[in-house]
């Protein structure tokens, strides 16, 4: 079974601009939970997705938004880019929204200059 | 808010030595408990967790036990490998919040043959 697989891979952006990243979740999966990593801040969560529904949102602000389609791919959107924006994002896959095991994706290595 | 605190790293072990990274938590509530494990370059995996207070989780050598009482959750291994070198995250969910995980600062584990 494909696991969790995130585009790109690495990203490289400057101030201002917007960005969207994608994740194809685990065949069968249905909610998808973004986190965002800095080495600062560490791992937070961002928000999570279910059947294209948002179920829970961190303490992020509005430049950060997310969806989810009916295949359950979701894509989360970075719009006026800062450089504190730099991170590795990582995206999870879970059966369902009632806490199971949460399968992590690589990551996608968002550079903002 | 609910937070997870772990020991800074990096712990640097010789190979077959006794490994424990500690964790604590601070939660209104008593949440389900994990260890990922990241390793270079790729993203988190469950290593183990518990639900509730007393359960201990074991996965491949590597053990926690749900402490209630001093709100922990002490990672332990009997005698690290080389391969066991990589990031070790602690981390809680409520079980009505979703997959949404609250992570500590992660410790990074080397070992060295």
């Known amino acids: 079974k494909a696991g969790v697989t995130q585009t790109p891979r690495y990203l490289i952006k400057t101030r201002g601009q917007q960005v969207t990243l994608s994740c194809s979740p685990i065949?069968?999966?249905?909610?998808v939970s973004w986190y965002q990593q800095t080495p600062g801040q560490g791992l937070q969560f961002l928000f999570e997705y279910f059947s294209e529904t948002q179920r829970n949102k961190g303490n992020f602000p509005g430049r950060f938004s997310g969806r989810q389609f009916s295949n359950s791919r979701s894509e989360m959107n970075v719009s006026t880019l800062e450089l504190g924006d730099s991170a590795l994002y990582l995206c999870?896959?879970?059966?369902?929204?009632?806490?199971?095991?949460?399968?992590f994706g690589p990551g996608t290595r968002l550079t903002v200059l | 808010g609910d937070s997870v605190t772990q020991m800074e790293g990096p712990v640097t072990l010789s190979e077959e030595a006794f490994l424990t990274i500690n964790c604590t938590y601070t939660a209104t509530g008593y949440p389900s408990l994990f260890w990922y494990v990241q390793y270079p370059g790729e993203g988190l995996q469950l290593l183990l967790k518990a639900t509730k207070a007393d359960d201990k989780g074991s996965n491949k050598g590597f053990e926690a036990t749900y402490r209630k009482e001093t709100t922990s959750f002490h990672l332990e291994k009997g005698s690290v490998q080389v391969s066991d070198s990589a990031v070790y995250f602690c981390a809680l969910c409520f079980i009505n919040a979703g997959n949404m995980l609250t992570f500590g600062g992660g410790t990074r584990l080397m070992v060295k043959p």
């Open positions: 999870a896959s879970s059966v369902d929204s009632s806490y199971n095991e949460q399968f």
């Open positions: 065949s069968g999966h249905r909610s």
